[in-house]
Nanobody, 115 residues
Framework: QVQLVESGGGLVQPGGSLRLSCAASETIASANFMGWYRQAPGKQRQLVASILRGGEPAYADSVKGRFTISRDNAKNTVYLQMNSLTSDDTAVYYC?????????WGQGTQVTVSS
């Protein structure tokens, strides 16, 4: 059972930046999929950034050019760098890790973009 703990959320002004971290309790080197989702109130959970094993990062159109997903295998951590934030980015952000056949989720971290 892999535990995922997100951190780095908070309140930020429009145009600001945040970096989210997702620390895994076990190695992520063999993960088949790592991704960041978000869910705003009243909306469905949305995949915003992901990395497949051996693949290139992929992004939702709404965050392309502003968000960057990265991984540090030595620290068993996945990051989401978020720049040029707008109020539309306000949501609870979740990290997800797939090591076949299991899909693991973190508890979520709140990101609020407001002046």
């Amino acid at each position: 059972q892999v535990q995922l703990v997100e951190s780095g959320g908070g309140l930020v002004q429009p145009g600001g930046s945040l970096r989210l971290s997702c620390a895994a309790s076990e190695t992520i080197a063999s993960a088949n999929f790592m991704g960041w989702y978000r869910q705003a109130p009243g909306k469905q959970r949305q995949l915003v950034a992901s990395i497949l094993r051996g693949g290139e990062p992929a992004y939702a159109d709404s965050v392309k050019g502003r968000f960057t997903i990265s991984r540090d295998n030595a620290k068993n951590t996945v990051y989401l760098q978020m720049n040029s934030l707008t109020s539309d980015d306000t949501a609870v952000y979740y990290c997800s890790l797939i090591i076949f056949p299991h899909n693991y989720w973190g508890q979520g971290t709140q990101v609020t973009v407001s002046s």
